[in-house]
C-alpha cells in the first residue's frame, strides 16, 4: 500500500493539502488559498470544482501537482444562489449540479452546462426552487437544498427545510430537469441532510440532521421513486444536549452504514440486515477523538476511515478490518481549521 494525497475543504479560506501514509499516519503538505468557506470539494480529473460557502460562489481549480495536492484558481463563478453547501457532476460529465443552502438568502439548487473543457457555463443555468417549510421554526422557516445527487437517470435532491426528497429527470443534451414525481416527504421535522445509495441493493439512506434519525427507502427502478421502509435513531441513548448527524456513507464491504453524530460526537456503526422491515440495525458508536464530525471518508483502498471534526479542529484516521468488523484510532492531525470536507487526489 503506497501513500496517498487527499485535499481537505474548510469553513476558512484554505484548501489543505495531506497526506494519509501506508501505515495510517496524517502529513500537512501544503496550504493553497480559496475563497470563503470552501467546504464541500468535488475532484475530476486535473480539476477540482469547490464551493465558496461564504461567498455564494463556485471556484474552479487546476490540480497542478496530484502527490503534493498543489493547487491554481482558474474560475470563480456566482453559485446562482446563498450559501452553497454540495456540488456532484452526472455520468455523462456535462452537468455541474449546486446546491444552495440558503442561509442568507433564497435556497435552491442550479444545473450549470460543462463546456469542452469542463468548466461551468453561467449564461446556460436552470435555476429550481422548492416551495414549503416545516414544522421547526428555528431551522424550516423556507426550503433549505443541502444535497444533490446524481444516481441512475435521475437528480435528487435533498431539502432540510422542507422534510423532502425530491426526484428529477433529466436531460444532458439541454441541461434541463424537471420534478419527476411527488416529493417525498419525510417524518416532520427530520431535517433531511444527506442521501446515499447502496450499489447492490434497492436501498437508499438518508441522513436526518434535526431529530437524529436514518431514513430507509426502497427505491423502485422504472421510476426512480423511493418507498419508505425503516427509521432509526443514530444515537445510543436519549440526551438532552443537542446531536445533529451529518454525513453517511456505506463501508467499502457494503456490510455497514455508518451516520456521523455531531453532539453526541461519534459515528453510529449500523448493520445492514436482511429482513426486509428491519434493514438497520445498531452494531456499536465509535468515538470520533475530536467533536463536529461534519464529514468521514474511506480511503480508495478502503483500509482507512478519515473523520473531519470542524470543531475542534483535527482530523481523525481509523484503520478498518474488514475480517473483525472492527475500527481502531491510529492518528491525528491537529491545527486544521474548521475541517469540513475530503476528496482524495492521488
Same mark, same amino acid.
Given at each position: 500500500?503506497?501513500?496517498?494525497?487527499?485535499?481537505?475543504?474548510?469553513?476558512?479560506?484554505?484548501?489543505?493539502?495531506?497526506?494519509?501514509?501506508?501505515?495510517?499516519?496524517?502529513?500537512?503538505?501544503?496550504?493553497?488559498?480559496?475563497?470563503?468557506?470552501?467546504?464541500?470539494?468535488?475532484?475530476?480529473?486535473?480539476?477540482?470544482?469547490?464551493?465558496?460557502?461564504?461567498?455564494?460562489?463556485?471556484?474552479?481549480?487546476?490540480?497542478?501537482?496530484?502527490?503534493?495536492?498543489?493547487?491554481?484558481?482558474?474560475?470563480?463563478?456566482? =453559485?446562482?444562489?446563498?450559501?452553497?453547501?454540495?456540488?456532484?457532476?452526472?455520468?455523462?460529465?456535462?452537468?455541474?449540479?449546486?446546491?444552495?443552502?440558503?442561509?442568507?438568502? =433564497?435556497?435552491?439548487?442550479?444545473?450549470?452546462?460543462?463546456?469542452? =473543457?469542463?468548466?461551468?457555463?453561467?449564461?446556460?443555468?436552470?435555476?429550481?426552487?422548492?416551495?414549503?417549510?416545516?414544522?421547526?421554526?428555528?431551522?424550516?422557516?423556507?426550503?433549505?437544498?443541502?444535497?444533490?445527487?446524481?444516481?441512475?437517470?435521475?437528480?435528487?435532491?435533498?431539502?432540510? +427545510?422542507?422534510?423532502?426528497?425530491?426526484?428529477?429527470?433529466?436531460?444532458?443534451?439541454?441541461?434541463?430537469?424537471?420534478?419527476?414525481?411527488?416529493?417525498?416527504?419525510?417524518?416532520? +421535522?427530520?431535517?433531511?441532510?444527506?442521501?446515499?445509495?447502496?450499489?447492490?441493493?434497492?436501498?437508499?439512506?438518508?441522513?436526518?440532521?434535526?431529530?437524529?434519525?436514518?431514513?430507509?427507502?426502497?427505491?423502485?427502478?422504472?421510476?426512480?421513486?423511493?418507498?419508505?421502509?425503516?427509521?432509526?435513531?443514530?444515537?445510543?441513548?436519549?440526551?438532552?444536549?443537542?446531536?445533529?448527524?451529518?454525513?453517511?456513507?456505506?463501508?467499502?464491504?457494503?456490510?455497514?452504514?455508518?451516520?456521523?453524530?455531531? +453532539?453526541?460526537?461519534?459515528?453510529?456503526?449500523?448493520?445492514?440486515?436482511?429482513?426486509?422491515?428491519?434493514?438497520?440495525?445498531?452494531?456499536?458508536?465509535?468515538?470520533?477523538? +475530536? =467533536?463536529?464530525?461534519?464529514?468521514?471518508?474511506?480511503?480508495?483502498?478502503?483500509?482507512?476511515?478519515?473523520?473531519?471534526?470542524?470543531?475542534?479542529?483535527?482530523?481523525?484516521?481509523?484503520?478498518?478490518?474488514?475480517?473483525?468488523?472492527?475500527?481502531?484510532?491510529?492518528?491525528?492531525?491537529?491545527?486544521?481549521?474548521?475541517?469540513?470536507?475530503?476528496?482524495?487526489?492521488?
Amino acid at each position: 500500500m503506497s501513500n496517498q494525497t487527499f485535499l481537505v475543504g474548510s469553513g476558512s479560506e484554505t484548501i489543505y493539502a495531506c497526506r494519509l501514509t501506508h501505515d495510517g499516519q496524517l502529513l500537512l503538505l501544503n496550504e493553497n488559498k480559496s475563497g470563503k468557506g470552501p467546504s464541500w470539494l468535488l475532484a475530476r480529473d486535473d480539476l477540482l470544482y469547490a464551493v465558496n460557502e461564504q461567498d455564494d460562489k463556485v471556484e474552479i481549480f487546476t490540480i497542478d501537482d496530484h502527490i503534493q495536492g498543489k493547487l491554481t484558481s482558474k474560475k470563480v463563478i456566482s =453559485s446562482q444562489g446563498s450559501t452553497p453547501c454540495s456540488l456532484d457532476i452526472d455520468s455523462t460529465g456535462k452537468l455541474l449540479a449546486v446546491a444552495n443552502y440558503g442561509g442568507s438568502g =433564497s435556497s435552491n439548487f442550479v444545473l450549470l452546462p460543462l463546456n469542452k =473543457s469542463h468548466i461551468p457555463e453561467e449564461n446556460n443555468a436552470q435555476i429550481i426552487s422548492i416551495d414549503g417549510r416545516g414544522p421547526n421554526h428555528d431551522r424550516q422557516s423556507h426550503s433549505h437544498c443541502h444535497h444533490v445527487k446524481f444516481y441512475q437517470n435521475y437528480l435528487y435532491i435533498i431539502d432540510l +427545510g422542507t422534510d423532502t426528497i425530491n426526484v428529477y429527470r433529466y436531460d444532458d443534451t439541454n441541461g434541463q430537469a424537471h420534478l419527476h414525481c411527488d416529493r417525498i416527504k419525510t417524518q416532520p +421535522g427530520a431535517g433531511p441532510r444527506h442521501i446515499c445509495f447502496h450499489p447492490d441493493k434497492s436501498l437508499a439512506f438518508v441522513s436526518n440532521e434535526l431529530d437524529s434519525t436514518t431514513n430507509v427507502y426502497r427505491i423502485d427502478p422504472i421510476i426512480g421513486k423511493l418507498e419508505h421502509q425503516q427509521t432509526i435513531t443514530t444515537r445510543h441513548r436519549e440526551d438532552e444536549k443537542e446531536n445533529t448527524p451529518a454525513e453517511l456513507q456505506l463501508t467499502p464491504d457494503k456490510k455497514h452504514l455508518l451516520v456521523s453524530n455531531r +453532539g453526541d460526537e461519534n459515528i453510529v456503526i449500523y448493520n445492514i440486515n436482511d429482513n426486509n422491515n428491519q434493514v438497520l440495525s445498531i452494531k456499536e458508536h465509535l468515538d470520533v477523538h +475530536g =467533536s463536529g464530525p461534519r464529514y468521514f471518508t474511506f480511503d480508495p483502498t478502503g483500509h482507512f476511515l478519515l473523520v473531519t471534526n470542524q470543531n475542534s479542529n483535527n482530523l481523525t484516521c481509523f484503520s478498518y478490518n474488514r475480517s473483525k468488523d472492527t475500527f481502531e484510532f491510529i492518528s491525528q492531525l491537529v491545527n486544521i481549521e474548521s475541517p469540513q470536507h475530503i476528496v482524495f487526489i492521488s
